[in-house]
């Protein structure tokens, strides 16, 4: 169905069906609600700038940060600032200009919209989040969409990201190695990269006759600290501490070294991404290093040729242990 046909069928004109749909001030409330329905009935999900696209285009890239998990993070935590930071270098070079959303989901329609709003030649999505069937169901017909995350076999939207099974695998086998054997995982188990980071990690652990503990915890510093302090003083002690991201890590050798536990000579902990912090805590944390400039690249390169219809695959960038002193 065309915006002919879907302006016929509400009364008006097709300028104010475009107008509608894109939540254009101009046409009040009800009527925009009465075509927004009559187009949800007919299946109809038009861009704003649809009828233009052969013409022209926006000149510009979404980037799109859904935090369905973990409302308490923010853009200044130092992963995200990193990655957003070689993205919107790369896209300046290429000459679009950016758009930043931070998404706190509260339907399963929020990325229709930023797609149907047609301001951005295309998406680039920072993470999964609990939002992995929303990001597959709008992948199905909108191509030019990239995202920061694990691939699953079969999936539709394309993903660069690390091999994160294979990171959690190598950090509990650096543990092992050291003659760790009270295994703790600290962070946020349930979204798709950390799940992996997870698995690896218990792989590790039961090839060498161990098991783990996971501690759940929001992945901000404040929440991770608090974690971790009550975890300490309600149970045995853990001596291999693997954590779902170097800011968790930070608050984890934060909180040890409230509770008296010596860093590394009590305990090893190892975080994950290597951010610019990471060799600067105290003592510098061994971490697994995701190389955000070449996924940043990856991102980019694959969005552009999404946006020109070429096929593409997802990339899977492997992880490097960095080895430091809380080890």
Not at 93 to 107: A, K, Q
Not at 146 to 151: A, L, P
Request: some cysteine; glycine content about 8%.
């Amino acid at each position: 169905m065309r915006l002919s046909d879907l302006a016929a069928l509400a009364g008006v004109s097709t300028a104010t069906v475009s107008r509608a749909l894109s939540g254009h001030s101009s046409v009040n409330k009800d009527t925009q609600k009465r075509i927004r329905d009559l187009a949800e009935k007919h299946g109809v999900r038009p861009n704003q700038l649809a009828r233009n696209l052969r013409l022209k285009n926006t000149g510009a890239i979404g980037l799109v940060m859904p935090l369905g998990h973990a409302r308490t993070q923010h853009l200044t935590d130092p992963f995200f600032l990193s990655l957003l930071g070689f993205l919107a270098d790369l896209l300046v070079d290429e000459g679009y200009d950016i758009l930043l959303t931070r998404v706190l989901p509260d339907d399963t329609d929020w990325l229709d919209g930023l797609i149907a709003a047609g301001r951005t030649d295309g998406l680039l999505i920072i993470g999964q989040s609990d939002q992995f069937e929303v990001i597959e169901r709008a992948a199905e017909r909108y191509k030019p969409l990239v995202v920061w995350g694990v691939h699953r076999e079969g999936q539709i939207h394309a993903t660069v990201g690390s091999d994160n099974i294979l990171g959690g695998l190598i950090a509990g086998e650096q543990l092992i190695a050291r003659g760790r054997k009270r295994l703790l995982f600290v962070g946020d188990p349930a979204p798709p990269e950390f799940a992996d980071r997870v698995e690896g990690f218990r792989q590790a652990a039961s090839a060498a006759g161990l098991a783990i503990d996971v501690l759940p915890t929001a992945m901000d510093p404040v929440s991770a600290h608090t974690a971790i302090k009550a975890y300490l003083a309600a149970n045995s002690r853990p001596d291999g501490i693997f954590t779902g991201s170097d800011v968790v890590a930070m608050s984890v050798l934060r909180g040890c070294q409230e509770a008296g536990i010596r860093i590394p000579d009590d305990a090893s902990v190892v975080g994950y991404d290597d951010v610019t912090l990471a060799a600067q805590t105290s003592p510098p944390l061994s971490t697994i290093r995701q190389d955000l400039e070449t996924g940043a690249r990856a991102m980019v390169d694959l969005l552009i040729k999404r946006i020109a219809g070429e096929p593409t695959d997802s990339v899977l960038l492997p992880p490097v242990y960095v080895q430091r002193y809380s080890l």
